[in-house]
Structure formats: structure tokens, C-alpha cells
């Protein structure tokens, strides 16, 4: 089967809406109960101790299911969309002992409100494609890490194997059509390979990776100490 790589389309920064930002919310609640939100990479990568940053905390439970699986940390989480901060405060309730270890933050990823150097980590997952300014991103990443920091970004990919596509409609059968309908339309907003390495070429990041896997991209490394 021939996978034609049609062009990306841009689509708006942050879930609003009700309708939305509810079905965005059942969709990773839905991920989550299925353990696909593990966090186990991020914990791999080293980002497993102090201070973290997430890029884009949506309802929460990516940085919530990290929290859960390591000890002594702290995460801050940044929220473009003060609708999906409402929804993510509500869904630590799912998580006691935690309330203290969290804390949301309103803000935009390409000014993130921090000093340098003010971070362990970084973690994102799914939200690169919804970036108006990749490179300002990564250039703020870089900026609050502190020496030695690592991140790890996991983005969505636009070139996916039609038959991958199909895989991914049968696992979701029972979730409800129109949240079927805004996670794939998510792949025409994603990149490719090629976009991101020019798109990571352009950053002050200098020790970075890409790892292409069947339906994602795994974008990891370290700040340089200087």
C-alpha cells in the first residue's frame, strides 16, 4: 500500500470549548485506563527526579501518571487553554496525595514564565503539532533547563502506514465518533521526519534525537553543559 504524504495543516493552539475540551478529556482518561500513558519513558529518558516542566498538561493525566510513578518530584504543568486547566485541576481528585506535588500554570510555551536554568526536566506528549512556532519552543526548552537537564517530547506523525491507522480505529471502536474523529484529524497537522529534523536544526538545542516509530516520534536529549 502506497502512503502518500499529503501537506500539513495548521490547527489552533489549545482546546477550548466544551464539547472539546470534554472529549479531548474522555479521549486520554480512555488512553490512560488502556496504559498507554505510562510514563515509564520519561522516567527512562532520566527525567525521574526534582523540578519538571509540562509542555501542554491538557486534562492532566500524563503528568499525573508520572507523578504517581516517582517520588520526591514536582511538577509544573503549563496550560495555554485555561478550560483544559479547569478540567486538569478537577481530575487530581483522581489522585490523592498528589494535590501538593502539582501545580498548573496558565501560559504560552513560546514565553514560558520561568527563569533559566529552572528545570530538571521537560516533558511533553501530543502537543508539538498545535505549536504556532516549533523552533520559539524548543528555544524556550533549552532557556529553563538547567545544565544537564533532559527533555522528551512525543509528537504525533503525519506519514502514518494507512494500515496502522486502521489498527488504531478497532482499539478506539467504543469511544464515541466525534472523539474518534478529533484524534484523527489530528495526523494532518503532524509532521514528517524530514519536518522536524529542519525544524530541530534551527534551535539552540545541540544534543538532540529523533526516534521514528509506526505511529510517533520520540524527540529526546540533553542540555549542554557548558
Request: aromatic share 12%; glycine share 8%.
Amino acid at each position: 500500500m502506497v502512503n502518500i504524504v499529503k501537506q500539513r495543516v495548521q490547527v489552533k493552539y489549545g482546546t477550548t470549548g466544551e464539547t472539546e475540551t470534554k472529549n479531548y478529556d474522555l479521549f486520554m482518561k480512555f488512553l490512560r485506563d488502556k496504559g498507554w500513558l505510562n510514563p515509564t519513558e520519561f522516567i527512562n529518558a532520566g527525567i525521574s527526579k526534582g523540578v519538571v516542566l509540562e509542555i501542554g498538561h491538557g486534562p492532566g493525566y500524563t503528568g499525573l501518571e508520572w507523578l504517581k510513578h516517582t517520588k520526591d518530584t514536582y511538577l509544573k504543568a503549563l496550560e495555554v487553554s485555561r478550560e483544559m486547566i479547569e478540567i486538569a485541576k478537577k481530575n487530581v481528585n483522581e489522585y490523592p496525595g498528589l494535590e501538593k506535588r502539582i501545580e498548573h500554570i496558565h501560559g504560552n510555551a513560546e514565553k514560558i514564565p520561568f527563569e533559566d536554568d529552572t528545570f530538571d526536566g521537560v516533558f511533553s506528549n501530543g502537543e508539538l503539532h498545535e505549536w504556532p512556532n516549533p523552533v520559539a519552543v524548543f528555544n524556550e526548552i533549552n532557556r529553563v533547563l538547567k545544565p544537564g537537564g533532559k527533555y522528551f517530547i512525543r509528537a504525533h506523525k503525519r506519514n502514518v502506514n494507512p494500515l496502522f491507522l486502521i489498527l488504531q480505529k478497532i482499539a478506539m471502536f467504543k469511544l464515541p465518533r466525534e472523539v474518534k474523529k478529533d484524534y484523527f484529524s489530528i495526523n494532518r497537522a503532524a509532521y514528517t521526519f524530514e519536518e522536524l529534523r529542519k525544524i530541530l536544526e534551527k534551535t539552540d538545542l545541540t544534543n538532540w534525537h529523533i526516534n521514528e516509530e509506526k505511529i510517533r516520534f520520540i524527540i529526546y536529549g540533553e542540555k549542554t553543559i557548558t
